[in-house]
């Protein structure tokens, strides 16, 4: 059994869409077992779900993992709550200010500009490059930013 | 009497063709949305409605046992073979009835996912459960949009009144009871169930834009029998242009 080792490979595939952070990172690994990696996809229309997983399949073959297969599973749907606190970092490192956990959506739902740091944000559009992400602009640097919603 | 595979995979069926002919309605609005804002919003909820068309024709597929996939059963069916209500089919038209349409569809398909996510069948929750979740942002947004356009101008609030207009005929065939065997076995939930929360829902919503309800009139009704209107041919004769032409094609 080598799931360490296959986690710690998982670990190192990027999102497509957002290549700073993993897909561990990111929460859609959801279980690796003897025979299958387990994955899930964030949105059910998201088309980056087959790059995902082509990626996963050269990573696997790459380490010989070739009789490992890959399984998708939707239910528990995906959540950003699975989002790992290295993953926000990353993620706002980048520029994409991260999701609030959705037990905490009682107080301010306003993103911190990632750029500058301060609130004095406000959305331009609910949607934004990827089903994911909706358009902010920060009212003091006034840059544009992209804001990972909370799902 | 039980239900068997076969009738799972016809309800599956009809709700994987509302995801579908209205997400590829949406698709057409693609590039010509009157905003940007507007152009993502309705290109993702098409996505979202296209993703979940394939979960559940691909898992209808899986109980034919005929070799049919999601894609099959998409771009292989003939009109006559479609179950989707009549609403999804309906022409875009301008912008305000495009979002009455989206209004009335996401919230009758959230109530109806809430109350699949308990489905006897576990594909068919576990895809309920996660569809809501996208269905809710729907919802939400599009009823957003109908209070912007109906507290908005006069044209805007006129444009939208007639959109509602031409929508609310379809309303009712929403509401129609499937298989009464699926009922009986927990997999399929009557939507006259919610009937009375969907109302509370949208009467919320037509308060805030300032919206009369529409009256009441004789429902227009069959597509879940197969029976469509003129628009459904014109759209899947555009959808499936390639499988027609070049059958099996593959990327
Ligand atoms: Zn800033």
Same mark, same amino acid.
């Given at each position: 059994?080598?799931?360490?080792?296959?986690?710690?490979?998982?670990?190192?595939?990027?999102?497509?869409?957002?290549?700073?952070?993993?897909?561990?990172?990111?929460?859609?690994?959801?279980?690796?077992?003897?025979?299958?990696?387990?994955?899930?996809?964030?949105?059910?229309?998201?088309?980056?779900?087959?790059?995902?997983?082509?990626?996963?399949?050269?990573?696997?073959?790459?380490?010989?993992?070739?009789?490992?297969?890959?399984?998708?599973?939707?239910?528990?749907?995906?959540?950003?709550?699975?989002?790992?606190?290295?993953?926000?970092?990353?993620?706002?490192?980048?520029?994409?200010?991260?999701?609030?956990?959705?037990?905490?959506?009682?107080?301010?739902?306003?993103?911190?500009?990632?750029?500058?740091?301060?609130?004095?944000?406000?959305?331009?559009?609910?949607?934004?490059?990827?089903?994911?992400?909706?358009?902010?602009?920060?009212?003091?640097?006034?840059?544009?930013?992209?804001?990972?919603?909370?799902? | 009497?039980?239900?068997?595979?076969?009738?799972?995979?016809?309800?599956?069926?009809?709700?994987?063709?509302?995801?579908?002919?209205?997400?590829?309605?949406?698709?057409?609005?693609?590039?010509?949305?009157?905003?940007?804002?507007?152009?993502?919003?309705?290109?993702?909820?098409?996505?979202?409605?296209?993703?979940?068309?394939?979960?559940?024709?691909?898992?209808?597929?899986?109980? =034919?046992?005929?070799?049919?996939?999601?894609?099959?059963?998409?771009?292989?069916?003939?009109?006559?073979?479609?179950?989707?209500?009549?609403?999804?089919?309906?022409?875009?038209?301008?912008?305000?009835?495009?979002?009455?349409?989206?209004?009335?569809?996401?919230?009758?398909?959230?109530?109806?996912?809430?109350?699949?996510?308990?489905?006897?069948?576990?594909?068919?929750?576990?895809?309920?459960?996660?569809?809501?979740?996208?269905?809710?942002?729907?919802?939400?947004?599009?009823? =957003?949009?109908?209070?912007?356009?109906?507290?908005?101008?006069?044209?805007?609030?006129?444009?939208?009144?007639?959109?509602?207009?031409?929508?609310?005929?379809?309303?009712? =065939?929403?509401? =129609?009871?499937?298989?009464?065997?699926?009922?009986?076995?927990?997999?399929?939930?009557?939507?006259?169930?919610?009937?009375?929360?969907?109302?509370?829902?949208?009467?919320?919503?037509?308060?805030?834009?300032?919206?009369?309800?529409?009256?009441?009139?004789?429902?227009?009704?069959?597509?879940?029998?197969?029976?469509?209107?003129?628009?459904?041919?014109?759209?899947?004769?555009?959808?499936?242009?390639?499988?027609?032409?070049?059958?099996?094609?593959?990327?």
């Amino acid at each position: 059994m080598h799931a360490g080792s296959i986690w710690t490979l998982l670990d190192h595939v990027p999102d497509p869409e957002i290549p700073v952070i993993s897909i561990v990172e990111l929460g859609i690994v959801r279980d690796v077992t003897e025979g299958a990696v387990v994955l899930t996809p964030t949105y059910t229309g998201c088309p980056a779900t087959f790059a995902i997983e082509s990626a996963v399949r050269t990573a696997l073959d790459k380490a010989g993992f070739n009789d490992i297969a890959i399984t998708r599973q939707i239910d528990p749907p995906w959540t950003t709550d699975w989002i790992s606190e290295t993953g926000r970092e990353k993620l706002r490192a980048y520029g994409i200010a991260p999701p609030p956990h959705s037990n905490n959506l009682r107080g301010t739902t306003t993103p911190a500009c990632p750029q500058c740091g301060s609130s004095h944000t406000e959305e331009l559009s609910r949607f934004g490059s990827t089903p994911c992400k909706a358009l902010w602009r920060c009212l003091d640097c006034a840059e544009p930013f992209d804001h990972f919603k909370c799902h | 009497m039980g239900a068997d595979r076969k009738d799972i995979a016809r309800y599956a069926i009809s709700l994987g063709d509302d995801s579908l002919i209205l997400g590829q309605r949406l698709g057409e609005w693609c590039g010509h949305a009157p905003t940007l804002e507007i152009d993502l919003f309705l290109a993702n909820i098409a996505l979202d409605l296209i993703g979940q068309a394939t979960l559940l024709l691909d898992y209808a597929g899986t109980l =034919e046992g005929e070799g049919r996939d999601g894609d099959k059963l998409a771009f292989h069916r003939d009109v006559l073979d479609f179950t989707n209500c009549l609403l999804v089919e309906q022409p875009n038209g301008d912008f305000g009835r495009t979002i009455a349409r989206q209004f009335l569809f996401s919230n009758f398909q959230l109530l109806l996912f809430q109350a699949l996510s308990n489905s006897t069948d576990a594909t068919i929750a576990g895809i309920a459960r996660k569809a809501a979740k996208e269905v809710a942002y729907h919802a939400r947004v599009a009823s =957003e949009w109908m209070v912007r356009l109906g507290d908005g101008t006069e044209e805007s609030a006129q444009r939208v009144a007639e959109g509602l207009d031409w929508s609310w005929r379809f309303v009712d =065939e929403l509401f =129609e009871a499937p298989d009464a065997k699926l009922i009986e076995a927990g997999v399929a939930v009557d939507p006259a169930s919610f009937r009375p929360a969907f109302d509370a829902a949208i009467d919320a919503v037509l308060r805030d834009a300032c919206l009369a309800r529409p009256a009441d009139r004789r429902a227009t009704v069959g597509g879940r029998r197969g029976h469509h209107s003129e628009h459904l041919g014109h759209l899947l004769s555009q959808m499936q242009f390639l499988q027609r032409t070049y059958p099996d094609a593959r990327w």
